[in-house]
């Protein structure tokens, strides 16, 4: 059983430090949302999680299967079994879904085994038809080219679908704080609910309560000024959709 440990997580962009010792465990097989109020750092912990490269670690550490993924670069982090969703997916035109899929999937072998001739096309079309049979999508989809004049909910949709051909152990998805219309949102929460189990880790992060009437986290974590002010349950989100966030501000000193 594998677990996401973050540690005294400090980060700046630019002169500005945003993480200010962020501590957070994320065990494989719960999952576990990160809420909080705007310009707190949600997203920049996401962004660090994938190694963008304005995002600066003065401190702290992220420990995976022993590593500090942190001194990785991005694609090995994947290699090694984290799913980081994009927040805004590039679109690759000329592209198929499905070509870009067995192109993730046999770079993730080859990295494990240099000698891997990659997944055999059978082998791939099922695995392709029985996600997506278990994620509700129609099969044309995958022909699609990537993100090529998707809408919202169909970016979403192939994120979802990269997760699960790619089986992590790990996922972090990072919802936009605006414009995630109730369809985007229906497809991530019906996704992370049909593939969550106890192989998978997922940490969504998160603006709105709402999602959370969608998927029912095993732990829920708010985010004030760059650091965890609390966690709970389910019933935490309850509280804040009631009573919003003042009564954490004192703690944050804001
Ligand atoms: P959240 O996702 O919780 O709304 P963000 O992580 O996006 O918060 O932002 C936290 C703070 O970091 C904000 O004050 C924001 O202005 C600043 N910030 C984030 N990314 C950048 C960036 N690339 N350049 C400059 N400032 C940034
Ligand atoms: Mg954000």
Known sequence: MSELVIRNLHV??????????LDLTLPQGEVHAIMGPNGTGKST???????????EVTEGEVIFKGQNILELPPEERAHLGIFLAFQYPVAIPGVSLANFLRAAINAKRKALNPDDEGIPIAEFRKLLMDKMRLLNMDPSFAGRYLNDGFSGGEKKRAEILQMAMLEPEIAILDETDSGLDIDA????????????????????????????????????????????????????????EEHGYDWLRERVGA
């Open 45 to 55: 912990l996401a962004y660090t999680l994938m190694g963008h490269p304005n995002y």
């Open 185 to 240: 949102l229906r497809i991530v929460s019906e996704g992370v609910n049909a593939l969550r189990g106890p192989d998978l880790g997922v940490l969504v992060i998160t603006h709105y309560q709402r999602i959370l009437r969608y998927i029912q986290p095993d732990k829920v974590h708010i985010m004030m000024d760059g650091r965890i002010v609390e966690s709970g349950g389910p019933e935490l989100a309850e509280h804040l």
């Open 12 to 21: 700046r962009v630019g002169d500005k430090e945003i993480l200010k010792g």
